[in-house]
C-alpha cells in the first residue's frame, strides 16, 4: 500500500496533518504529517508547489536497519513500518538517518513515535484519516502497483520524485507524485533554508533535483552561537574519549610492544573509557535502558558500536588486571593459571587493540549516512581514526608522566625517552587531519546540495568556533613542532600535558561543529510551521511578553 500525492491538488488547507494529530492524539508540538511549501517563477506567473508528507513507510526503511533496540517492525500486509515506543529507548539514531523527517523524538516521554500507516483504519477498509480528510483529493492511498502505473489521479505514470523531496533511491519510499505541468526553472523553499530545486524536465517524469545553495557572506563572520544541547554534548565526550584510548593503547603496543607499559596504561584508560560510555547515556531519552542497545546486531552499526566499545573496556580491564597481578607486590594474589596466559600475553594486547581499531570503524560507520550529506563522506572515517592517532600518544604520555610523578613508575611505563616518539606521531596526526579537513571542504565547496549549507555555517554561523579550532590546531602544531626541534627528552612530561590540553580543546571544538553544522536532508517545511526563523520570532515574542515589553 503506498500514498499518492498530486501537487497540484494541493491548496495547503493542513486537513490532513490536523486530521492525523486529532486522531493519534498528538500533543500540540508534534506532527507527524506535515505540509511544506516550495514557489518559484515571477510574478505574475507565480507558482506554489505544496507537498504533504509523513512517514513514507519505505520498502528498505533505515530506520528499521538502524535501530539498535528493534523497536521497529514491517508489517507484511500493509507495509506499514510501525514503531514501537515502549521498546525505544531515545537514541534517536531514526531521526538521523531518516532523509524525510519522519520519526518525531518527544523529549517528555524518551521515546520517538511516527506516523503509523491508520493500520487500524486500514483493518477496517477505511483510507488513513489523512487521505478522508483531504479537501481537495490531493493525497489518495491504494496499492503500489495501481498508484504507479497511472491508475490514480493523474492519468500518466507517477513520478517517484518531485522537487524538494530526497532521493528515492535511500529507502525506496512508498509514495507516488502527480505534478502540474507547467513548473519554473527553479523552485525555492519557503521555510528559512536556503536551497532551490531544478526539474529535470518541466514537470513531466522521474525528477533529478539540484539543490543550490546560498553562498557564504563574509559579514556572517559577526557572530558564533554555540548551544552545546544541539552540538551532542555527550557523543562529543564519548567518541573522543573512545578514540584517544583507543590511540593510546595502540601507541603504546608499537613502541614498546605488549610489555608493562600497555598494562600500566590500561589502568588509567579504564576509567577514562567508562566515564566516556556513561557520558553517552545522556543522549539517550531513556538513559536506564541503555542495555537494549544491543539488540540489533545483525543490521545496526550502533549496535554493533555498542559491543566493540563495551568489549574494549573488558579487555583494556583485564589487560590491567594481568599487569598488575604481575608486579612483585601482588605475588600472594597470582592465580595459578596465570604462568599458562603469561606467554600470550603479548597477543592478547594486540587482540585488545584490534577491538579498539573495529570500535573505530563501527563509530564511523554510524555517520556515513545519505541523509547528512555532511557526514556522508570518507572525511568522516578518516577524522575518527586522526583524533586517535592526534590524541591518544599526547594521552599515553601524560599518564606515564603522571605516574612517574607521584612515584608509581615501573619498568617501561615511565619513560622519558620515548616522548619524541608520542610527539612526532600526534604532529603527524594534526598535519594529516588538517589535510583531510582541507580536501573536505574544498570538495563540498562545488557540491549544490545540504553539505554546501553546512559548508556556509562552518564559515558564516559558526565563524568564530572555526577560527577558533584553526587557531587551536596552529597552536599545538607549533608547540610539538618546537618540542621535537630541541626540548630534553628528560622533562618531557610538562610538554606532553600542555599539548594534551591544546589538541583536546582543539577537538572538543572540531568535534562540536561536527554535529553543529550537518544539514540534514529532509521535505520543506512550511513558511510558518518548522520554520526556524518564524519559530525563533514567536518565542522572541513570547519572551517579550513574558517580561511585559509585548509591542501593540
Request: charged letters at 15%.
Amino acid at each position: 500500500m503506498v500514498f499518492h500525492f498530486n501537487a497540484a491538488n494541493c491548496i495547503g488547507c493542513h486537513s490532513c496533518a490536523a486530521a492525523c494529530s486529532e486522531k493519534n492524539a498528538l500533543p500540540p508540538d508534534t506532527a507527524w504529517r506535515k505540509v511544506g511549501v516550495i514557489e518559484g517563477g515571477l510574478w505574475p506567473e507565480t507558482v506554489r508547489v505544496n507537498i504533504s508528507m509523513a512517514c513514507n513507510h519505505c520498502r528498505t526503511p533505515v530506520c528499521l536497519k538502524g535501530c539498535p533496540t528493534r523497536a521497529y517492525a514491517k508489517d507484511p500486509a500493509t507495509g506499514a513500518v510501525i514503531v514501537d515506543s515502549e521498546t525505544c529507548i531515545g537514541c534517536k539514531y531514526c531521526t538521523f538517518v531518516c532523509p524525510y523527517n519522519a520519526p518525531v523524538f518527544d523529549p517528555a516521554k524518551g521515546s520517538v513515535s511516527k506516523c503509523n500507516f491508520c493500520i487500524d483504519r486500514q483493518a477496517e477498509g477505511l483510507d488513513p484519516a489523512c487521505v478522508a480528510a483531504c479537501l481537495g483529493h490531493a493525497l489518495t492511498f491504494g496499492p503500489l502497483q495501481e498508484m504507479s502505473n497511472g491508475n490514480g489521479p493523474r492519468e500518466h505514470a507517477a513520478l517517484r520524485e518531485i522537487p524538494g523531496f530526497p532521493s528515492a533511491g535511500i529507502t525506496r519510499p512508498s509514495i507516488r507524485f502527480a505534478l502540474g505541468d507547467h513548473l519554473p526553472e527553479r523552485l525555492a523553499r519557503l521555510d528559512s533554508v536556503p536551497l532551490s530545486y531544478q526539474p529535470s524536465s518541466n514537470g513531466t517524469g522521474p525528477k533529478t533535483i539540484a539543490a543550490i545553495a546560498a553562498s557564504p557572506k563574509k559579514a556572517r563572520l559577526a557572530g558564533s552561537v554555540v548551544r552545546w544541547k544541539e552540538a551532542e554534548a555527550p557523543l562529543v565526550v564519548f567518541t573522543l574519549l573512545t578514540q584517544a584510548v583507543v590511540g593510546a593503547f595502540l601507541y603504546l603496543l608499537a613502541a614498546t610492544g605488549f610489555g608493562p607499559a600497555a598494562g600500566w596504561a590500561s589502568a588509567g584508560l579504564v576509567p577514562l573509557l567508562g566515564l566516556g560510555m556513561a557520558a553517552s547515556t545522556g543522549h539517550l531519552g531513556k538513559p536506564l535502558r541503555a542495555y537494549r542497545a544491543i539488540r540489533n546486531l545483525r543490521t545496526s552499526w550502533l549496535s554493533r558500536e555498542v559491543v566493540a566499545v563495551g568489549t574494549l573496556f573488558g579487555g583494556l580491564a583485564a589487560v590491567a588486571g594481568l599487569a598488575l597481578l604481575a608486579e612483585p607486590a601482588f605475588a600472594d594474589f597470582r592465580p595459578l593459571w596465570m604462568a599458562a596466559v603469561a606467554p600470550f600475553g603479548k597477543w592478547i594486547g594486540w587482540w585488545v587493540g584490534g577491538v579498539g581499531l573495529a570500535a573505530l570503524f563501527t563509530q564511523a560507520m554510524i555517520y556515513v549516512i545519505p541523509a547528512r550529506p555532511y557526514w556522508h563522506d570518507r572525511n568522516t572515517a578518516a577524522q575518527f581514526l586522526l583524533s586517535a592517532v592526534t590524541a591518544g600518544p599526547l594521552l599515553a604520555e601524560t599518564l606515564a608522566g603522571l605516574s612517574a610523578t607521584i612515584g608509581l613508575n615501573p619498568a617501561e611505563w615511565a619513560d622519558p625517552g620515548r616522548a619524541r616518539i608520542a610527539w612526532t606521531v600526534s604532529l603527524a596526526g594534526l598535519l594529516a587531519q588538517g589535510a583531510f579537513h582541507a580536501d573536505h571542504l574544498r570538495r563540498i565547496a562545488s557540491t549544490r546540495n545540504e553539505a554546501y549549507l553546512s559548508l556556509s555555517d562552518i564559515v558564516g554561523k559558526y565563524g568564530l568556533l572555526t577560527a577558533a579550532r584553526i587557531g587551536l590546531w596552529a597552536i599545538g602544531v607549533l608547540v610539538l613542532a618546537l618540542a621535537l626541534a630541541g626540548y630534553p627528552s628528560e622533562t618531557s612530561f610538562p610538554v606532553s600535558a600542555s599539548a594534551l590540553a591544546i589538541v583536546a580543546a582543539g577537538e572538543i571544538l572540531g568535534r562540536g561543529l561536527f554535529y553543529l553544522a550537518v544539514v540534514p536532508m529532509t521535505v520543506p517545511g512550511g513558511a510558518f510551521f518548522r520554520n526556524k526563523l518564524f519559530e525563533s520570532a514567536v518565542l522572541a515574542r513570547a519572551k517579550e511578553r513574558s517580561n511585559g515589553f509585548a509591542r501593540p
